[in-house]
C-alpha cells in the first residue's frame, strides 16, 4: 500500500509500502492513485513527494502478481495522473528505481537520487519491456541512442551516470527525502509546463534509420532467439515515429505480446528460480534456515592451475585472505602472473578493488596450517586427490573445512580420507571461475549441515549463485552432460555432421553448439575419464566397438583424440582452426571423410537426420536424466537443475531452463518421444523414460512449482 503524510505543511508525501522492494502491487498502485488525489484535493498542500519505505524507492511491477488476474489501478493511467498533476511532484529515489519504478519516477516532475541508488529498465530480463510509458518517455528525455541501449540491455545506472545522462535532476549524499522535500518546496508554484516528459518532443538525429539498424543488429547477435530486446526497439522506434498517444498505443500492443509469451513465463520463472535456490535444502533434511554457516576469514587453493587461479582471483576479490599452493615451481611463477593479470583486468573493467595483497603464494602445502576453509583444485585424480586430503587432514587446525573442485569424483570417498568426514563437501566452480556465476555445493551424506551452508554462503559472498546438490556422479551438471552428449555422437554415427548438430542446439539458442563446446574444454578431458572407467578399448570393428557394458557406446571421441585432435588447443577436433589456440571453428572435410569411413568400417548406412530428430534426441536424453536426479534426491527441485544449466551450461534463459522447457513442451509429450526413439535404439537406456517422468505425464502435466509434491512422496514408490 502506499502511506500519506504531511511534511512541513505544505508537502504531501506518498510513502510506498511493500517490502522487501516496494513493488507495485495493486494495493500500492490503488495506494498511490488515492493519495494522489487526497494531496491535490487538500488546498493547504502545494508539493507532493513521492518515495519509498526503508530505503528503496520501488523495484517496478510486483512480478508475483502476473500470473494472476489484474486487479487494482492499471499503471499507465496512474502514471498519467501523476504527470498531469497541477502541483509539482518530486520522486525521491533511494535505493532503487527499476522498471515501473524508474517509470513512476519518470511520470514526476522532478527526481532527485541519492548516491548510492541504482536506475534501470531490467524488463528485457523478464521477457517484457518497459509498459507504463518506459519506451516513450525516456528517449524524449535522454535521447534515442542512450535510451536504446538502457532498455535493450536491462543494464542499471548509478546515479552519478542517471545524471549525466539527464535521468536525474539532482544527487545527494545526503537524506534523499529530505532532499526531495526542500527541493518540492523550492519550486511550489512554477509552471509545469516544461516539466511532463510526455510533451516533450522526441530527439530525431539525422542517421535514425541507422541507429536503429545498428540496434536491431545488436540485439539479433547477442538475444540467440530471444524476443524481447528485438520488441524493445520496435516500442523506441515508435517514441520517434508516432505521436505520444500513439507511441503509447503501440508500447501497449508490444507489451501485451510479450506479456502472453512463453519466453516470458520462462523468463519470470528463472528469475524466481534463481532466488530458490538459496533456500536450500538436502536429502537428509538439512535446510538454510536452520543451518548456521561458519565465519571464514582465511581461505586456501591447492593446485594453481586453470581453476585455482580463477578461484583464489575470485575468493581475494571477495575480501579473503588467500593462501594459494602450488607445488610445480614453474606452474606457481605462470599462475602469480595470471592471477595478478586478472586481479588487473577486474579493476579496470568493474571497478573490483585490487587485491594483490590478500593473496600469499606457496609451494608446500604446510602453508595452509591456519586457515579456516581449504579448496583443493588438483588434478582430476583420485589417488592424487586422496594424497592431498589426507594431508590437509593432518596439517590442518581443527575444525577446517576441507572443499574440493572435483568435476564428478565421488565426495564420499574423499571424506573418508580425512579426520572429520563431516567438514567436507564439494564446490564444483567452472571455467573460468572469476567468470562463471554457478558454484555447485556438492554435499555427501556425512557433510554437516553447517559445511553446507558454509560453502553456501561463500558462494554468495563470491558474487556466485550457488546450488546444493547431492553426491553421485558428475553431481547435477556434469550427470546430465553425458547422455546429451552421448547422443550428439550417436547421431554423428547415424548421418549427421557436428556442423548440423551445433547449429539445431544453437538456433535452439545454445550459445554453442556441443561439438564448438567439446574443441573449446578439450576432449582429452572427457577421454582421461573414460579411460579410467575401462571404456576406451584398443581399436576394433564391428559391432562390439560399439557396446560397453551391454549398452550402445560411441568410440569417436576416443578416435579423435588417438589422432591428437583435443579441440581448440591442437587447433583440431571436431571442427579445424587456423592454429592450435584458434577460435574460429570450421567444418574440417577430414573429418567428414573419417566419418564416413568409420561408418563404413561399422556396417553404419548414412541416412538423413532432420532438425526434430536432433533437437529430440540431445533435449529430452538430457532432460530425462534431469528427472533421474530429481528421482534420485540429488537436486531438491527443478529450480536448482534449470539454474545450474542456464548459468553453467549455456542453456538459453528464455526457454526457461531444461525442467521449465519440459513442462512447457508437455511432459506426456516428452515420454511419447522418449519412448518411440527407445523402440528405435533399445540399447540406449538413457532414452527410457524414468519413473518420476512418467508419474508426472500420467498425473496430468501439473504445473512445475506442483511437482516437489510428487517428488517429495517416498521415492521408492516412483
Ligand atoms: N516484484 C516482486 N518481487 C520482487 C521484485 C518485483 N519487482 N523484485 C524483487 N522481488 C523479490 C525477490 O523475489 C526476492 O524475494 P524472496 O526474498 O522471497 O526471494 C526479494 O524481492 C529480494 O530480491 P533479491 O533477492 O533479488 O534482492 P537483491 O537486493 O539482490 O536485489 C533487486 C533487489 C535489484 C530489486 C532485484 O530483486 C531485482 O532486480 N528485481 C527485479 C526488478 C525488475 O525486474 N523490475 C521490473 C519489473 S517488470 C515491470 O516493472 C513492468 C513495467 O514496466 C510495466
Ligand atoms: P590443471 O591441470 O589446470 O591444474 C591442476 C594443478 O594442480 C596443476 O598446476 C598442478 O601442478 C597442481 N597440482 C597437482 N598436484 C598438486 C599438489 N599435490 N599440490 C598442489 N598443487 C598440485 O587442472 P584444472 O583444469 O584446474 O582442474 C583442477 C580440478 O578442477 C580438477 O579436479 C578438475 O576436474 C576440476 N574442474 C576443472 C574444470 C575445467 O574446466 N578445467 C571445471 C570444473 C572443475
Request: net charge positive; charged share 20%.
Amino acid at each position: 500500500m502506499a502511506l500519506y503524510s504531511r511534511v512541513s505543511g505544505s508537502v504531501g508525501m506518498i510513502t510506498l509500502q511493500n517490502p522487501p522492494v516496494n513493488a507495485l502491487s495493486a494495493a500500492v498502485r490503488q495506494g498511490i492513485v488515492d493519495m494522489m488525489h487526497r494531496a491535490l484535493s487538500e488546498p493547504e498542500v502545494k508539493s507532493v513527494v513521492i518515495c519509498g519505505q526503508n530505503g528503496k524507492f520501488c523495484g517496478g511491477a510486483d512480478i508475483r502478481e502476473f500470473g494472476a488476474k489484474m486487479t487494482g489501478p492499471p499503471l499507465v493511467p496512474m502514471v498519467h495522473l501523476i504527470e498531469a498533476a497541477s502541483k509539482p511532484v518530486v520522486a525521491a529515489i533511494e535505493g532503487i528505481a527499476l522498471g515501473g519504478g524508474l517509470e513512476l519516477a519518470l511520470s514526476c516532475h522532478y527526481r532527485i537520487a541519492h548516491s548510492k541508488a541504482t536506475l534501470g529498465f531490467p524488463e528485457v530480463a523478464l521477457g517484457l519491456l518497459p509498459g507504463a510509458g518506459g519506451t516513450q518517455r525516456l528517449p524524449r528525455l535522454i535521447g534515442v541512442p542512450a535510451a536504446l541501449d538502457l532498455i535493450t540491455t536491462g543494464r542499471h545506472v548509478t546515479a552519478a551516470e542517471a545524471r549525466q545522462l539527464g535521468i536525474v535532476d539532482e544527487v545527494t549524499d545526503l537524506n534523499a527525502v529530505d532532499a526531495a522535500v526542500k527541493f518540492a518546496q523550492s519550486v511550489t508554484g512554477k509552471s509545469l509546463d516544461a516539466r511532463r516528459i510526455s510533451t516533450y518532443p522526441c530527439p530525431r538525429p539525422p542517421d535514425l534509420d541507422a541507429i536503429f539498424e545498428r540496434a536491431m543488429q545488436q540485439v539479433r547477435r547477442s538475444a540467440r532467439g530471444a524476443i524481447a530486446p528485438g520488441t524493445c526497439v520496435q516500442a523506441v522506434h515508435a517514441a520517434v515515429t508516432l505521436p505520444y498517444a500513439k507511441g503509447m498505443e503501440r508500447e501497449r500492443e508490444l507489451f501485451s505480446l510479450l506479456f502472453t509469451s512463453g519466453q516470458a513465463r520462462a523468463l519470470q520463472y528463472y528469475f524466481f528460480a534463481q532466488r530458490a535456490v538459496s533456500r536450500w535444502s538436502t536429502a537428509n533434511g538439512a535446510r538454510w534456515d536452520t543451518s548456521k554457516p561458519r565465519p571464514v576469514r582465511k581461505a586456501a587453493v591447492i593446485g594453481l592451475g586453470t581453476m585455482g587461479r580463477g578461484i583464489t582471483v575470485s575468493l581475494a576479490q571477495a575480501g579473503f585472505s588467500v593462501v594459494a599452493v602450488e607445488t610445480q615451481e614453474q606452474q606457481l611463477s605462470e599462475a602469480k602472473q595470471a592471477v595478478s593479470g586478472m586481479l588487473e583486468r577486474g579493476a579496470k573493467r568493474r571497478g573490483v578493488p585490487l587485491a594483490h595483497d590478500k593473496i600469499k603464494y606457496s609451494c608446500s602445502v604446510q602453508a595452509v596450517a591456519d586457515v579456516d576453509l581449504v579448496i583443493e583444485a588438483v588434478f582430476e585424480d583420485m589417488a592424487l586427490k586422496k594424497t592431498v586430503f589426507q594431508q590437509l587432514s593432518a596439517i590442518c587446525k581443527p575444525g577446517v573445512l576441507l572443499c574440493t573442485n572435483t568435476s564428478g569424483l565421488d565426495i564420499d570417498e574423499l571424506a573418508s580420507q580425512t579426520q572429520s568426514p563431516e567438514l567436507v563437501v564439494g564446490m564444483h566452480f567452472f571455467a573460468p571461475a572469476h567468470v562463471m556465476q554457478l558454484l555447485e555445493v556438492v554435499y555427501g551424506p556425512r557433510s554437516s549441515p553447517e559445511v553446507v551452508a558454509t560453502a553456501m554462503q561463500m558462494g554468495k559472498k563470491m558474487g556466485k549463485v550457488s546450488v546444493a546438490v547431492g553426491n553421485c556422479r558428475g553431481f547435477v551438471g556434469n550427470r546430465m552432460l553425458k547422455p546429451y552428449l552421448e547422443q550428439a555422437f550417436f547421431l554423428l554415427e547415424e548421418g549427421a555432421t557436428p556442423e548440423q548438430v551445433d547449429q539445431v542446439l544453437e538456433e535452439f539458442g545454445f550459445a554453442m553448439g556441443v561439438f564448438k563446446v567439446s574443441d573449446l574444454s578439450g576432449l582429452d578431458v572427457g577421454w582421461k575419464v573414460r579411460k579410467s572407467d575401462g571404456l576406451v578399448s584398443p581399436a576394433s570393428t564391428g559391432t562390439s566397438a560399439r557396446i560397453r557394458g551391454g549398452s550402445r557406446y560411441s568410440p569417436l571421441g576416443d578416435l579423435l583424440c588417438e589422432r591428437g585432435r583435443f579441440g581448440q588447443k591442437t587447433g583440431r577436433g571436431w571442427y579445424q582452426y587456423d592454429k592450435p589456440g584458434g577460435r574460429v571453428a570450421k567444418p574440417d572435410p577430414w573429418l567428414h571423410g573419417f566419418l564416413e569411413e568409420y561408418r563404413a568400417q561399422h556396417g553404419l548406412v548414412a541416412r538423413h537426420i532432420d532438425h526434430q530428430e536432433v533437437l529430440e534426441r540431445c533435449l529430452y536424453a538430457l532432460i530425462n536424466e534431469g528427472f533421474q536426479i530429481l528421482q534420485d534426491g540429488i537436486a531438491a527441485g527443478p529450480e536448482d537443475i534449470d539454474v545450474i544449466y542456464v548459468l553453467g551450461y549455456g542453456w538459453p534463459r528464455h526457454r526457461g531452463g531444461p525442467m521449465f522447457y519440459a513442462g512447457q513442451v508437455g511432459l506426456d509429450k516428452v515420454v511419447e518421444r522418449l519412448e518411440h526413439y527407445q523402440q528405435i535404439h533399445p540399447d540406449v537406456p538413457g532414452l527410457q523414460p524414468c519413473s518420476l517422468l512418467r508419474k508426472l505425464a500420467a498425473s496430468g502435466n501439473p504445473a512445475i512449482h506442483k511437482w516437489r509434491e510428487v517428488i517429495q512422496k517416498p521415492r521408492s514408490q516412483l
